[in-house]
């Protein structure tokens, strides 16, 4: 069993011709749901031919099973000739996982909404988010707090963007919800999208949210854990993503969605940071951390590059607008 992948909360292991994953029961409670999600958003692609990934069955028949310490393990197919964009996304690759994930989310979108059950309520409910922040850091228990004080800056300029994409005219969409550019396979020799992975939380939710991961995931040139400099947002790639994405999913999109998609990536990126730097306050208990202070870290790379994306708004905007018309 040699691990696979680099995803912070469930354990991936190559064995052979397939991928075998514990599911994080912690992260999600309701397993139960996400394996018949699962089993019905495989099935619908499957049936159009749009993903080579099938659920395996174990040998009583069922999709999967529960290992003597009672936790919960499946299989999907491994496959070849395929690989991850891990680190910095090229511009090619950022606009082949883009469609990828555009293709994803429109080959479920006549599905009704009802086909799949929520798995985690509130996911990308970012003023939710910003309170359970708050609220850990008013409770304190790791005593990690004052940790907290030299980002309060960033804060204080963010808060005002939490509610930004509640807007009540915007369509309940069946979605990702975790559109990180390394959760899509790209054929090894083309570079085009063979298959979008990870995909446990697809519930109801918004096309916003993923497209705003997936510019947050990509365009901060530095990754994740942060480097040496400011997270800038990268631009070129923005482009890419937006052709991409909208060459799936544009002439789907509601006018409120349309109007929307420039800020998506700073309210994702805030929301990703209020969650490392509750994980932070609370224990490092969802994020898999290597040392003490990685999810404080991760926290203010992400605030920083929510930031500059608000920064970037208009230019994003244009970008946007040219990549409709195209
Ligand atoms: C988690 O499982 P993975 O590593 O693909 C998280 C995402 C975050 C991401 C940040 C279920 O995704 O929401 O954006 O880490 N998934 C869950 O790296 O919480
Ligand atoms: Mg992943």
Partial sequence: MAPLGHGRINDTFRVGG??????NEDVFPAADRVMANLQRVLEHLGRKGATPLRLLRTREGGISQRDSEGRLWRAVNFV???????????????????????AYLKGLADLPLEAVQVVIPGFHDTPARLSAFEDARRRNVRGRAGDLGPLDPLLERLRPHAGDLQDPALPLRIAHDDTKLNNVLLDATTGQGVCVLDLDTT???????????????ACNAEGEEGGQGRAV???VT??????????????????PERDLLAVAPAVIAYELGLRFLTDHLEGDRTFRISLPGDNLRRGEVQLALAAGFLEARPQMQALLEGAFKR
Avoid: I, K
């Fill in 238 to 255: 923005f482009e890419a993503l937006a052709e991409g994405f909208l060459s799936e999913l544009g002439p789907l999109l509601t006018p």
């Fill in 203 to 217: 519930q109801p939710g918004s096309w916003l949210a993923d497209f705003g991961d997936m510019a947050r995931s």
């Fill in 18 to 23: 397939c991928v075998v994953q514990r599911l």
């Fill in 233 to 235: 947002p990268d631009l």
């Fill in 80 to 102: 070849g000739g395929t690989r991850a964009v891990e680190g910095r996304a090229t511009p090619e690759e950022a606009r082949a996982a883009a469609r990828a994930f555009g």
